[in-house]
C-alpha cells in the first residue's frame, strides 16, 4: 500500500521551486494557489498574467519535476492559472514590460492521431457524456482505433459510463497510460482524483489540465480521439479549438427551445474558430414506456431536426429517453458495446458511421 503524501512537504517543495529571472522561490511570491493532495496525486496552481505565460513554462515544469520526487506521488500536475480576484484585479504581480506570450502549442502525443473530434453542448444535463461514449464505442464497433478523452474537469462522467475503476499507469517520461473500456482507450480526469472531490477551478486551470491530459497521455496511433467537452461555450472549449488540430464538432442537445438556444451558440463558437460542425444529435427525443412500449415526447418533438435544417448542419438522430439506456449507462455498460443489436445501439452505430463518412470525406466536399 503506497504511504501518504505529506502535505507538508508538498508545500515545501513547490515553495523552493526558483521563479525566472533570480526573483526568488515560487512560496514566498504569492503565486501558489489550488494545492490538494488525493490519493497518489498531487494538482497545484501557479498564479501568473496571461503575457507570462511563456516565461513561467519551465516553472511549472520544474514544479511538477518537484512535486513527481516526493515518496507516494504517482501523478503531478501543475497549472498556470490567471486567476481574478475580488473586484476583478489581477491576483498575480503585474507582468514585466517586454514578456513575451505563449505560443500555442499542439501536443507531441497527439501526432499519431489521425482524427480529433469534439463532443459539445451548449448546456448540461442533456446527455453528452452518454453520446460520447457510446459515439466513441459505435466508432470502434467499425474496426476503428478509437480513444476517449474525458475533458468535463467539473463532472467527469467516463469513469462510471466505462465501468473503469483504479489509477491510470504511469509510464516513462511520466506520460499516462490510458485505461481500456471497451477496446476504447479512455483518459479522464476521474481517473486521478475522488470521485466525491470538488473541482473549484477557474478557467485558466482547466484549460491547463486539459492541454496536459492530451499531452501528457500516451495515445498511441488512433483513428479518432473523442473529446467529451465541458457544457457551455467557454474557455476550455476555445482552448481546445484554438490549440489542437480539431476535425470537426458533434453538437449534443435536447428538443427543447430552452437546449436548442444553447446548442445555437456551440454551432456559432466552432464556426468562428474555423472547426466544421458534423452533425446535430437530439437526445432525450421520446420517452418510451418500459410498460407499454408507448413514446412521450416529454420534451418536444422534432426540435433538434428543424434547428438543424434552419442551420444549415447535417442531422445525426434522435435518441430515445428510455429506462434501458439510463440503466445501462450507469451500470456501466455503454449500449453501444453490450447491446450493439439492440434499436439504441445500431442508432448509435449509424450515428457513428456518418460521423466517419464526413471526416473522411475531402475538404469542400
Known amino acids: 500500500?503506497?504511504?501518504?503524501?505529506?502535505?507538508?512537504?508538498?508545500?515545501?517543495?513547490?515553495?523552493?521551486?526558483?521563479?525566472?529571472?533570480?526573483?526568488?522561490?515560487?512560496?514566498?511570491?504569492?503565486?501558489?494557489?489550488?494545492?490538494?493532495?488525493?490519493?497518489?496525486?498531487?494538482?497545484?496552481?501557479?498564479?501568473?498574467?496571461?503575457?507570462?505565460?511563456?516565461?513561467?513554462?519551465?516553472?511549472r515544469q520544474a514544479?511538477?519535476?518537484?512535486?513527481?520526487?516526493?515518496?507516494?506521488?504517482?501523478?503531478?500536475?501543475?497549472?498556470?492559472?490567471?486567476?481574478?480576484?475580488?473586484?476583478?484585479?489581477?491576483?498575480?504581480?503585474?507582468?514585466?514590460?517586454?514578456?513575451?506570450?505563449?505560443?500555442?502549442?499542439?501536443?507531441?502525443?497527439?501526432?499519431?492521431?489521425?482524427?480529433?473530434?469534439?463532443?459539445?453542448?451548449?448546456?448540461?444535463?442533456?446527455?453528452?457524456?452518454?453520446?460520447?461514449?457510446?459515439?466513441?464505442?459505435?466508432?470502434?464497433?467499425?474496426?476503428?482505433?478509437?480513444?476517449?478523452?474525458?475533458?468535463?474537469?467539473y463532472g467527469p462522467s467516463a469513469p462510471r459510463l466505462f465501468g473503469l475503476h483504479g489509477r491510470p499507469r504511469v509510464r516513462e517520461g511520466r506520460m499516462l497510460e490510458p485505461m481500456d473500456g471497451y477496446g476504447v482507450k479512455v483518459m479522464s480526469i476521474g481517473f486521478v482524483v475522488d470521485e466525491e472531490a470538488a473541482m473549484i477551478w477557474r478557467g485558466p486551470m482547466v484549460q491547463s489540465a486539459i492541454t496536459q491530459l492530451l499531452g501528457e497521455v500516451a495515445w498511441g496511433t488512433l483513428d479518432v480521439l473523442v473529446v467529451d467537452m465541458p457544457p457551455g461555450t467557454g474557455d476550455a472549449q476555445l482552448a481546445l479549438a484554438q490549440g489542437t488540430r480539431l476535425s470537426g464538432a458533434v453538437i449534443v442537445s435536447t428538443p427543447q427551445d430552452l437546449a436548442l438556444i444553447d446548442a445555437r451558440r456551440g454551432i456559432a463558437m466552432f464556426a468562428k474558430v474555423d472547426v466544421p460542425i458534423l452533425g446535430l444529435i437530439e437526445n432525450m427525443g421520446v420517452f418510451v414506456?418500459?410498460?407499454?412500449?408507448?413514446?412521450?415526447?416529454?420534451?418536444?418533438?422534432?426540435?433538434?431536426?428543424?434547428?438543424?435544417?434552419?442551420?444549415?448542419?447535417?442531422?445525426?438522430?434522435s435518441v430515445p429517453l428510455s429506462l434501458g439506456l439510463r440503466e445501462s449507462s450507469d451500470a456501466g455498460r455503454p449500449v453501444a458495446a453490450c447491446e450493439p443489436e439492440s434499436e439504441v445501439g445500431q442508432l448509435y452505430a449509424r450515428m457513428a458511421a456518418s460521423v466517419w463518412e464526413r471526416l473522411r470525406a475531402p475538404a469542400g466536399g
Open 1 to 59: 500500500m503506497t504511504a501518504a503524501i505529506d502535505a507538508n512537504a508538498v508545500r515545501a517543495a513547490l515553495a523552493a521551486v526558483p521563479l525566472p529571472g533570480g526573483e526568488g522561490d515560487l512560496g514566498p511570491s504569492g503565486r501558489l494557489a489550488e494545492v490538494a493532495v488525493r490519493g497518489a496525486t498531487v494538482t497545484a496552481g501557479i498564479r501568473i498574467e496571461p503575457a507570462e505565460a511563456a516565461a513561467f513554462e519551465p516553472v
Open 63 to 153: 514544479a511538477e519535476a518537484a512535486l513527481a520526487a516526493l515518496p507516494g506521488v504517482e501523478k503531478a500536475l501543475v497549472a498556470l492559472t490567471a486567476e481574478r480576484a475580488s473586484g476583478g484585479q489581477s491576483a498575480a504581480p503585474p507582468p514585466k514590460p517586454g514578456a513575451a506570450a505563449a505560443a500555442p502549442r499542439g501536443p507531441a502525443a497527439l501526432a499519431e492521431v489521425a482524427h480529433v473530434i469534439a463532443v459539445a453542448s451548449g448546456k448540461g444535463g442533456v446527455g453528452k457524456s452518454t453520446t460520447a461514449c457510446n459515439l466513441a464505442l459505435g466508432l470502434r464497433g467499425m474496426g476503428l482505433r478509437v480513444g476517449l478523452l474525458d475533458a468535463d474537469i
Open 289 to 317: 414506456c418500459p410498460t407499454c412500449g408507448s413514446a412521450h415526447p416529454i420534451f418536444g418533438s422534432g426540435g433538434a431536426r428543424a434547428e438543424a435544417e434552419r442551420l444549415h448542419v447535417p442531422f445525426l438522430g
